[in-house]
């Protein structure tokens, strides 16, 4: 009997120091854990992961293809709205996803499958964007339709809780960091082909090459109808090749320990430690200041160019376009170099170094100099006085065919008269800057995050990080718009400093707890079983 227990605690030892895979019984949705599973299911666990993947890339790309026209866009199918109406714009979009995430993210946790909030999701956002399309068809209210159609927009993208969660709960501890990283790549990677779609719609120009009343193909139009196919492809690779799939964290314990669902179906509440609320509270508050900054950047990058470089609409969709591209590419290379620092550099110190990059980012963008914006007016005058055929109105002119637009600072923000411009240069770096720490907080969040969170069905969690990420992009807008139109650059990007200055020293004061769950075990002869 003694010989059998020296055996047995033999045995244990070997397993525990064993790297080798071992086979593990399926979960409860019929996945083996990583730990020796079938060749076949981990074939497929990673077609559905990469299915994921491109999910959040499209969710992306949805975002962003239009990011760079909205401006102009208003102002075409509304003249009358302002910088203040686009904030509110911008932030339909959020608020839609703020409202989907939690729900999304509860549907797919209750019934334990990914498949059906995916597709409605999708489905959502196909509508959505052929609602956008169809704007300039609409006679009355198209600016408010506009906004609905973004709203429904964001509404579609709630789906990227289900995504995170997804991958959260198909990977173990060792490989969610990579995986986190390449969903963000995808992510980013969204953000870099979106505006590069709509760069490259460019030449279609506006009225473009169908303008009947019943359909416009335009500038504007033709990304949305563009990003409506993307989806209808990706309901098609769900519904074909996308699999469910559930692993446990091999290294959840804190040491080599590794239990099948048969050893978890016998840890009770008493036996796991819940994840730490203070951890969870904060990881919240750090991500809606990272999609807040963020927010921030993307809303206000094409009224600054139109205002400071004297760019018409058409030049700040093209040139903002490529600016954002060429930010997503450096966020790629980001997200690729993440995967290799985070293996020697601990994960929290690499999030306060990605917010140090946005600090120095609003530092640099801070306008200095004795140079200022020139007026809208007087950049139009020329154009009225070589032409006497014109009104001596104030607005939109056509000569010789060529829409010629108040291009320069509005008379109606009366900083322009005072705040210094913005050198193209400045832009250029704080951008760079912006591009490297955004995507750095925003992996390392996730990553975090989902750590922090441990075994439990991420679904509801997720779709409430996700939710606190979309209110920051609901409230970002609206905050920078009014901020930028009545006080300027100086003074908003002095605001962002200072936000951004407390997040760090906050990260800083709860460093300590922003680590992977761990599950206390009793000991193991209290899960044997006869």
């Not at 080798?20 to 020796?36: D, F, K, M």
Request: net charge neutral; with cysteine; proline share 6%.
């Amino acid at each position: 009997m003694e010989s059998d227990k020296h055996f047995q605690n033999d045995e244990e030892r070997s397993l525990l120091g064993n790297n080798q895979r071992v086979y593990r019984h399926a979960s409860l949705t019929g996945v083996p854990s990583t730990i020796l599973e079938p060749p076949n299911v981990y074939k497929s666990r990673w077609r559905s992961i990469r299915i994921m993947y491109l999910t959040m890339f499209l969710s992306s790309v949805s975002f962003s293809i239009c990011m760079s026209s909205i401006w102009p866009y208003l102002q075409v199918v509304d003249p009358s709205a302002g910088s203040t109406f686009l904030g509110l714009v911008v932030a339909a979009y959020s608020l839609g996803q703020f409202l989907a995430s939690p729900i999304f993210g509860g549907w797919a946790n209750i019934q334990k499958n990914s498949y059906v909030p995916l597709v409605v999701s999708i489905s959502i956002n196909i509508a959505a964007n052929i609602l956008y399309a169809y704007i300039e068809v609409i006679p009355a209210k198209r600016s408010w339709v506009l906004l609905a159609a973004r709203f429904a927009i964001g509404f579609g993208a709630g789906n990227v809780a289900v995504v995170r969660a997804y991958v959260s709960g198909a990977t173990t501890m060792k490989e969610r960091t990579p995986a986190m990283a390449n969903l963000s790549a995808g992510q980013a990677i969204g953000f870099i082909i979106g505006p590069g779609i709509q760069a490259a719609f460019y030449p279609i120009g506006y009225p473009g090459i169908v303008h009947i009343p019943e359909l416009h193909i335009d500038l504007y139009t033709a990304p949305a109808l563009f990003s409506a196919v993307l989806g209808v492809v990706n309901i098609g690779l769900i519904l074909t090749i996308f699999s469910e799939h559930k692993v446990q964290d091999d290294d959840i314990g804190g040491g080599s320990i590794q239990y099948s669902s048969d050893t978890e179906d016998l840890l009770t509440e008493a036996d796991v430690d819940k994840p730490d609320t203070v951890a969870v509270v904060a990881s919240n508050i750090t991500f809606f200041v990272v999609l807040f900054v963020f927010s921030l950047f993307e809303t206000i990058s094409t009224p600054v160019s139109m205002d400071m470089y004297d760019w018409t609409k058409s030049q700040a969709t093209l040139y903002n376009g490529i600016i954002l591209a060429c930010a997503g590419i450096l966020a790629v290379i980001v997200f690729m170099a993440i995967k290799v620092v985070t293996k020697k550099i601990n994960e929290r110190a690499i999030l306060l170094g990605g917010f140090i990059f946005i600090l120095a980012g609003f530092i640099v963008y801070l306008p200095w100099g004795n140079i200022y914006p020139d007026y809208q007016l007087t950049k139009l005058v020329p154009a009225i006085m070589n032409n006497t055929n014109q009104s001596s109105t104030v607005g939109p002119l056509i000569i010789n065919g060529t829409d010629v637009t108040p291009v320069g600072c509005p008379t109606s923000q009366a900083w322009c008269a005072y705040i210094p411009k913005i050198s193209f240069a400045q832009n250029i770096v704080g951008s760079l800057c912006v591009a490297i720490g955004y995507p750095t907080c925003n992996v390392m969040s996730y990553t975090i995050y989902s750590k922090i969170l441990g075994p439990t069905p991420q679904g509801t969690m997720m779709g409430w990080f996700t939710a606190s990420g979309s209110l920051a992009r609901m409230v970002g807008p609206i905050f920078i718009s009014y901020f930028y139109s009545h006080f300027g650059p100086r003074v908003s990007f002095v605001t962002v400093c200072a936000i951004v200055l407390m997040t760090i020293l906050g990260v800083i004061v709860v460093y300590k707890r922003l680590v992977p769950f761990r599950i206390t075990r009793k000991p193991l002869r209290s899960y044997t079983t006869n």
